[in-house]
């Protein structure tokens, strides 16, 4: 049984872009890379898969095992602003009864390894965008979730956290989607790639496939 599957799903509320009969399935193990230009509806599937919005045509069934099935990091942020970023991170473990001392030690262990252990102890509004975006990561990561679901999670970072977030995604033992408008930095790591246009989808199942691609909407992706 697939960890994700999307079909046909459609949704035209007027306060997102809409999306037309898109099908995806994601199994165990899956690189999935989401790409498309401004406005082609990788906000809108991100949140349908993450169980944000529900679909107004087709359906989403997310099957993953465990307590946190899925995790979920969006350029939108999504940390309390009165709690350090340590403990924001933390915050789904101790909701499913991980004791605190044995989260956040796991917590420091990951902030060191993304290079933001000097910020745990601030608060979101004490650090920096790029801390702020690699502590929503962390929070995503500590879950263990069986499906992950991230938008850019290489923007707004330096060279050195993006070199330890790739390293981290290529450990990940779940399956993962990534929604991107910058395709060239997941070339060479996914293993599908859906492109978006005017809200409806096209999937490749290669990036042999993709590259060999004609038609210039995706070429102007590539190129």
């Known amino acids: 049984m697939s960890l994700l599957e999307m079909r046909g799903v459609g949704l035209d509320d007027g306060e997102h872009v809409p999306l037309h009969g898109v099908d995806l399935a994601v199994e165990a193990g899956d690189r999935v890379v989401v790409f498309g230009g401004s406005g082609s509806g990788k906000r809108t599937l991100l949140k349908l898969a993450a169980g944000i919005l529900a679909p107004e045509t087709g359906s989403v069934t997310l099957s993953g095992a465990g307590p946190i099935p899925l995790g979920f990091v969006s350029m939108e942020g999504g940390l309390l602003g009165n709690l350090t970023l340590l403990d924001n991170s933390i915050l789904p473990l101790l909701y499913h009864q991980l004791r605190g001392g044995r989260a956040a030690a796991k917590a420091r262990a990951l902030f060191s390894e993304l290079g933001i252990a000097q910020f745990a102890d601030r608060r979101p509004a004490e650090a920096?965008?790029?801390?702020?975006?690699?502590?929503?990561?962390?929070?995503?990561?500590?879950?263990?979730?069986?499906?992950?679901?991230?938008?850019?999670?290489?923007?707004?970072?330096?060279?050195?956290?993006?070199?330890s977030v790739r390293s981290l995604l290529d450990r990940l033992d779940g399956a993962v989607i990534v929604v991107t408008g910058s395709l060239g930095q997941y070339l060479d790591w996914g293993h599908r790639f859906l492109f978006l246009h005017e809200g409806r989808g096209l999937l490749f199942e290669s990036a042999q496939a993709l590259r060999a691609a004609k038609a210039p909407e995706v070429r102007a992706c590539l190129d």
């Open 128 to 163: 920096g965008y790029g801390a702020r975006r690699l502590a929503q990561l962390a929070r995503a990561l500590l879950c263990e979730p069986s499906l992950f679901v991230l938008e850019e999670p290489l923007a707004e970072i330096d060279a050195a956290a993006a070199r």
